[in-house]
């Protein structure tokens, strides 16, 4: 499997790709985290443009990505975060493509994030993850999330639990 690298402009076709069999994936299994609107070709796109997402590639397909940046969503503001004076980054959209799932590249991607995160001066790691999603709630608890609250977005049925963990004070 490949490093994890930046992915680039030239590799939007392949993110969109991956995004669409990983919503097509969690559809089946009655999973409705993400859909037609979301992440989509604008969220996406941002991401490149800032240089926030990061991917492994086998060829030119894109197996799995995470991005990392410091916007938080506005249903985070109430939470009793723990490191409200420190500088916290988020997590968004870590997928791992169906057919490579099972294999660890979420918890590489996670573990790349942390890290990328200590190197760019961040304290903590805050992120939100679908409540009918156990497999990825368990693996942030695993890796040492602490669950902070829950939230609520528009068009979305289920909640989702925002979870936090510090990197350092």
Not at 74 to 91: D, E, H, M
Not at 99 to 124: I, N, P, T, V
Request: aromatic share 10%.
């Amino acid at each position: 499997m490949s490093e994890i690298q930046p992915l680039q402009q030239v590799d939007k076709k392949a993110i969109m790709s991956l995004y669409r069999a990983v919503t097509k994936d969690l559809r089946k299994q009655g999973n409705r985290q993400w859909d037609w609107f979301y992440p989509n070709g604008i969220v996406i796109g941002s991401d490149l443009k800032n240089h926030t997402l990061y991917g492994m590639k086998v060829g030119s397909q894109v197996t799995a990505a995470v991005a990392l940046d410091a916007n938080q969503s506005p249903q985070y503001a109430p939470l009793p975060w723990s490191n409200t004076p420190g500088k916290p980054a988020c997590v968004h959209r870590l997928a791992v493509h169906p057919d490579h799932q099972g294999k660890g590249l979420g918890k590489r991607l996670l573990a790349f994030a942390e890290e990328l995160a200590m190197q760019q001066g961040y304290s903590s790691i805050r992120l939100d993850v679908y409540t009918g999603n156990p497999g990825a709630l368990a693996m942030y608890v695993r890796a040492g999330y602490r669950q902070v609250g829950e939230v609520r977005f528009p068009f979305r049925e289920t909640p989702y639990m925002c979870m936090e963990k510090i990197l350092y004070n």
